[in-house]
């Protein structure tokens, strides 16, 4: 049995004249092939870089420093390959909390995560504005890949004297990166 999978599919078109009531509809068959040589590609690693980071709180503005960085989508999608192919970014988790010394747990708005788009322009992800239809237009040994930059900006906290009341401060972002189909 062959590896490839065709697909028919029986589209009617109908199509008027504007000078003339009478109707001519118009039916043709449409083949697509989908073959494992075609869809059979995945995204091999995601990488953030530096993926470990220490922010440092500014007394003066009352919030964290912003935090620059890189992420890098790789795939096995061969270079020489040239259809085009497509990834989406979307941003499931994203909290922040800080633990002050007298056991209260302060949550405060998470930091603002902006990824550069397909023109270059830094954009805001979050979970209701997902980054749609990336392109690879990267190379990274031998495959398609991306490369975009991160920045993470962060709100005020909301406590007086913040820097000698807390413990320590954490935070989660998930983010979710799948090949678009």
């Known amino acids: 049995m062959s590896k490839e999978m065709l697909i028919v599919l029986m589209c009617t078109f109908f199509t008027s004249n504007c000078f003339s009531k009478t109707e001519f509809p118009v039916d043709f068959l449409l083949q697509a092939d989908v073959t494992p040589s075609a869809a059979g590609f995945e995204i091999k690693s995601v990488v953030i870089s530096p993926n470990n980071f220490t922010v440092i709180y500014d007394e003066s503005h009352e919030r964290f420093h912003d935090i ?20 989406d970014i979307n941003l499931v988790e994203n909290n922040a909390s800080c633990l002050l010394h007298n056991g209260k747990t302060i949550y405060y708005e998470p930091p603002v995560l902006a990824i ?66």
Do not use: H
């Open 68 to 87: 620059n960085s890189t992420l890098t989508v790789n795939t096995d999608i061969p270079s020489s390959r040239l259809e085009s192919f497509y990834y």
């Open 116 to 181: 550069t788009n397909n023109m270059g322009d830094l954009v805001e992800v979050n979970s209701r504005n997902p980054l749609l239809w990336q392109e690879f237009d990267d190379v990274v040994s031998g495959t398609q890949a991306s490369v975009k930059k991160i920045n993470l900006s962060f709100s005020k906290i909301p406590v007086t004297d913040f820097i000698n009341n807390y413990k320590y401060c954490e935070g989660k972002m998930t983010l979710m990166v799948g090949l678009s189909i």
